[in-house]
């Protein structure tokens, strides 16, 4: 089955520490995305990728960090530097075509601080 | 004043009825339209994705978009308790970032 697979499902933080969320993805798709859903306010972009080796700010890119080393795989490390991190983070991913494909998303995984 | 605005709810409904989600729009830069269906703990699904201005229809589901207004509708006939969930509406540019900017979700309850 074709999919989008994050990992852990949960998560928690002590403080200081970095920590790594997996998002993995079956469906060749080029662009892969990072979100953060917190009660009351949607989604937000964290950082997203439209091409291996290559990957841009979202909205709200502070305290995180990316990499894109194979198409399939697009981890984000919270890092010590996000002060507020308990939230719902969400991959997602779309093809890069004409127009704007829509996105498809991963169940999440949820951090929370210790 | 955020981009997208879509009502939290909750809106509770009664088994059959005809349910109506709407969101506002501020940037007329937005081409694209989607609306995604997200059950508790879990991620969003994708349930309708529109171009431009019109309706669209998927069984149970139409989506209305109306760019002149800056408004959008999803309109569900015969409402079940399986479609309880938080809906979410979604747009996003022609060029540039392809990121989607996201209403903030509304929660429907459909009572048996």
């Known amino acids: 089955d074709g999919g989008i697979t994050q990992s852990p499902k949960y998560l928690f933080r002590k403080e200081g520490q970095n920590v790594t969320l997996s998002c993995e993805q079956n469906?060749?798709?080029?662009?892969m995305y990072w979100y953060r859903q917190d009660p009351g306010q949607g989604l937000r972009l964290i950082y997203y990728?439209?091409?291996?080796?290559?990957?841009q700010k979202g909205d709200i890119a502070e305290g995180y960090s990316v990499s894109r080393e194979k198409k399939e795989s697009f981890p984000l490390t919270v890092t010590s530097a996000q002060k507020n991190p308990t939230a719902f983070y969400l991959c997602?991913?779309?093809?890069?075509?004409?127009?704007?494909?829509?996105?498809?998303f991963g169940d999440g995984t949820r951090l929370s601080i210790l | 004043q955020k981009e997208v605005e879509q009502d939290p709810g909750p809106l509770s409904v009664p088994e059959g009825a005809i349910v109506s989600l709407n969101c506002t729009y501020s940037?007329?830069?937005?081409?694209?339209f989607m609306w995604y269906r997200q059950y508790s703990r879990k991620g969003p699904e994708l349930l309708m994705y529109?171009?431009?201005?019109g309706n669209k229809e998927d069984g149970r589901f139409t989506a209305q978009v109306d760019k002149s207004s800056k408004y959008i509708s999803l309109f569900i006939r015969d409402s079940q308790p399986s479609d309880s969930a938080t809906y979410l509406c979604?747009?996003?540019?022609?060029?540039?970032?392809?990121?989607?900017?996201f209403g903030s979700g509304t929660r429907l309850q459909v009572q048996p």
């Open positions: 997602a991913s779309s093809i890069l075509g004409a127009g704007n494909q829509p996105q498809h």
């Open positions: 469906l060749n798709h080029d662009a």
């Open positions: 990728s439209q091409i291996v080796n290559d990957f």
């Open positions: 940037n007329s830069a937005f081409q694209y």
């Open positions: 529109t171009y431009s201005s």
């Open positions: 979604a747009m996003s540019k022609d060029t540039g970032r392809r990121a989607l900017t």
